[in-house]
């Protein structure tokens, strides 16, 4: 008899949906995490923090409401890192009891500390007191999710030079920073610090920034970013960082030399599975932490599985939940069902950004036909009333009215998007949208005004083409 019939090592979203869903099926089930570090890097120093300090910077800069009260206007004058971290730690503080409380209901047994592997059915857990508890399994799952990657060559030291995950423990609100890498989480950061009056300069070895998004949209957020005194600095790579008492000085190769308080990188992420002795269990890892899993997210060992972020892209919170309860129902033997493959990716810039299925570059490199129908938030009602005049939704059509992509740029991008998400999936039509009443007033109904420019101009076309 084993321990447990399935064990796992991380609580974050991936490693929390895995145990609920097998406990649900009878199955003695725990999780084995540190006691500071219940809801993983999610909750403790990457998606909720990160989106909590958003929505306080929205709030106390004001920003949100400058288009109606003039670009002065702001609801605190002297916003410091205190502000900030009330309501972080408030919203850790209150999700982790959830998570808790969520385990405890569902009977799966909480083991603090950290797990390694001693043999394929066996894991070792340090609780600390210098004393290692074996535990043995029928089936795991490593849910052990990713720290981000620090490059040899720089001297980080968590108050000038930080991590992305440092940077969220910042002692004051920095007067300038650079942000090196304009990935998802350096301009997430870059436009949060820029909103609050921090100088900004983005340093990127690539030609463009969040190249997998909408070119319109990705140019629409520069231009936002610009108007707050962003500097990018696109196809230039930091030689070094240079620290001096009071700032730091960053080199790029080009010979061009940056002075500010804070060196923010953003290089990427590293799977934590380096203490996890993978070797014990005849399993290994890749250069960045990453192990490869089939299509059920099982292992190179039949009985272990690995899901989130440790497994690579597309590394997301919303994913990697369902990757967690689809691996402990396979692992339970239950019937499974795929993943669906339209997932919608959202970034939390200021404004934000959300999109799902394909972007106008992807269908023009197929040789796909398609149709534009776009809705500006500045021509709805609700857009005047919350004083967003920038936003923007695309949909992006055949010729047969089928929606191929939906990009949403502004206020509430990552919640509408599932509107479009939606129609997607259960093979709805633009004609859908048409025909659909909306409330009023709503971002919402941006999709019945691009829908109705979209059909507009396939019937124009039809016209004229026979």
């Not at 990935?183 to 100088?199: H, P, R, W």
């Amino acid at each position: 008899m084993y321990d447990y019939d399935l064990l796992v090592l991380g609580s974050g979203p991936s490693g929390q949906k895995a145990a609920i869903a097998a406990a649900k099926l009878g199955r003695r089930v725990a999780i084995v995490d540190r006691r500071d570090m219940i809801g993983g890097v999610c909750i403790n120093t990457g998606t909720v923090p990160s989106k909590t300090l958003r929505e306080a910077v929205l709030y106390l800069s004001g920003m949100s409401q400058r288009d109606l009260y003039g670009s002065s206007y702001r609801v605190k004058e002297d916003i410091t890192v205190s502000d900030l971290a009330a309501r972080t730690q408030h919203v850790i503080s209150r999700q982790t009891d959830v998570i808790r409380n969520q385990l405890a209901r569902n009977r799966v047994a909480l083991i603090t500390g950290t797990g390694r592997f001693a043999d394929p059915h066996a894991i070792w857990v340090d609780g600390g007191s210098g004393y290692e508890s074996r535990i043995t399994f029928d089936r795991a799952v490593i849910a052990a999710g990713t720290r981000p990657a620090r490059p040899d060559s720089v001297d980080f030291d968590d108050r000038t030079i930080v991590d992305s995950d440092g940077v969220i423990n910042l002692e004051a609100v920095p007067r300038s920073m650079v942000v090196v890498g304009a990935g998802v989480i350096g301009m997430e950061y870059a436009s949060m610090f820029a909103a609050l009056g921090t100088k900004v300069t983005v340093v990127e070895r690539r030609d463009r920034m969040l190249e997998f998004c909408d070119e319109e949209v990705v140019e629409s957020l520069k231009y936002h970013l610009r108007d707050l005194s962003v500097t990018f600095r696109f196809g230039e790579e930091v030689a070094a960082v240079e620290k001096h008492q009071t700032a730091a000085l960053c080199v790029l190769k080009s010979g061009k030399k940056i002075v500010a308080d804070t060196v923010m990188y953003s290089a990427g992420r590293q799977g934590q599975t380096d203490d996890l002795a993978l070797e014990a269990a005849g399993l290994a890892a890749d250069r960045r932490g990453r192990i490869a899993v089939d299509a059920n997210y099982r292992t190179a060992v039949d009985h272990i599985y690995a899901v989130g972020d440790v497994i690579g892209f597309p590394a997301l919170a919303s994913t990697s939940m369902e990757q967690g309860r689809l691996a402990a129902q396979h692992a339970c033997g239950e019937p499974v069902r795929e993943l669906h493959e339209l997932q919608p990716i959202g970034i939390y810039t200021i404004p934000e950004i959300s999109f799902v299925g394909k972007t106008e570059e992807q269908l023009t490199d197929s040789s796909t036909p398609f149709e534009v129908g776009v809705a500006r938030y500045r021509e709805l009602a609700r857009g005047q009333i919350v004083g967003d005049s920038y936003g923007m939704l695309k949909l992006l059509v055949s010729p047969d009215g089928r929606l191929l992509g939906v990009h949403v740029f502004g206020t509430g991008a990552t919640e509408i998007v599932h509107i479009g998400q939606a129609v997607m999936g259960c093979g709805g039509t633009v004609d859908y949208l048409v025909d659909m009443v909306f409330n009023y007033p709503t971002l919402a109904e941006a999709y019945k005004v691009a829908a109705l420019d979209a059909s507009n101009k396939i019937r124009n076309i039809s016209r004229i083409d026979g």
